[in-house]
């Protein structure tokens, strides 16, 4: 039995879960999907009211992992996040409060309304997977997926996360407005009620332990010498592209070599193919590349110049 095929009809049923509930945004399933498979985090960019919640409930539901939401704002604390130390006048001791950090699906609604302070505690915990306070240590436990949501319409009130943090989330994903057949099935489905009792009807079809197995097996899959000079060239090919400012890091050619292979598991294969590189290159370039002035000034998107550098890098045979 190949890698690819131990869990391929729970990762088949898995998916086509997911489409029951969640309609349309094909690329932001599949996204966070590699994302989790590769035990990294995403970043989505999109307007509010799109089903980001409905769709990490739905996946924490799936997944039969556990589900907390942090809504983030101006006054939210790091402690707040993390918990703290609360003294219990019955025992006469201090004892730790756990934050909602403690589970294994966060959302991060709207990360960048809060400080600096208060957001980059959240994104060494990602890093860590731990918190400390006190100089103790309080491990969170795995699986641990943070999909982390800012709004790109407002400005007012919000803090740009630095490159260097950006650069922590594994993928950027984008989640649009959907097609008008799309949005007319949502309607359908949402007719009878609020969609919150249908989740909870949602029947797990992989369990934590599963989900940990299945990330060791997607650092099993093969990636050919090919493959690897294909990534190479792409993040190299941004640091020289005249419409980029700031190119990509090498955590970016990790980054996409890691989703790349949890791709291919979910394709039902046991090596890398160049389609699975073209597929997550904007995902996990987007937010690590800056446009000049000079192209900002010419209305270009990133996306587009992101494009640009795949067609520039021939695509090898394997």
């Known amino acids: ?13 898995l998916r086509s879960a997911i489409a029951e509930v969640f309609i349309g945004q ?11 498979l590769a035990g990294g985090h995403v970043l989505i960019e999109g307007v509010p009211g799109l089903g ?13 992992c556990d589900f907390s939401r942090i809504q983030f704002t101006p006054d939210l604390m790091p402690s707040d996040i993390t918990g703290s130390h609360i003294y219990n006048l019955k025992e ?4 730790f409060m756990r934050g909602p950090v403690f589970t294994n699906l966060l959302l991060a609604d709207e990360i960048n309304r809060s400080p600096a302070k208060t957001h980059s505690a959240l994104l060494e915990i990602m890093q860590e997977t731990q918190v400390t306070i006190d100089n103790r240590t309080y491990p969170i436990e795995k699986p641990f997926f943070v999909m982390a949501t800012q709004n790109p319409v407002e400005s007012e009130g919000t803090y740009n996360l630095p490159e260097a943090a950006l650069d922590r989330f594994l993928l950027k994903l984008m989640i649009y407005y959907p097609a ?4 007319l099935d949502i309607l359908r489905l949402h007719s009878t009620g609020d969609g919150s009792e249908r989740i909870k009807e949602i029947k797990s079809v992989l369990s934590k332990k599963a989900i940990l197995e299945i990330g060791q097996q997607v650092d099993q899959i093969t990636v050919s010498e090919g493959v690897l000079h294909y990534i190479n060239k792409l993040v190299r090919v941004t640091r020289s592209h005249q419409d980029i400012y700031l190119g990509c890091s090498p955590r ?7 989703t790349a292979r949890a791709r291919a598991l979910l394709e039902n294969r046991d090596f890398v193919i160049p389609d699975d590189i073209k597929a997550l290159t904007p995902a996990a370039f987007r937010h690590r590349i800056v446009l000049t002035p000079e192209a900002e000034v010419e209305g270009r998107q990133i996306d587009d110049v992101i494009q640009a550098v795949i067609a520039e890098v021939p695509v090898p045979d394997r």
Do not use: D, H, W
């Open 1 to 13: 039995m190949s890698i690819a095929t131990n869990y391929q009809e729970e990762l088949n049923g």
């Open 26 to 36: 094909p690329e932001l399933v599949e996204g966070s999907l590699c994302a989790l």
């Open 52 to 64: 980001k919640t409905l769709l990490v409930r739905s996946l924490g539901q799936l997944l039969g």
């Open 92 to 95: 006469q001791k201090f004892q």
């Open 180 to 183: 008008e057949a799309e949005e």
């Open 252 to 258: 970016a050619g990790l980054a996409l070599m890691k």
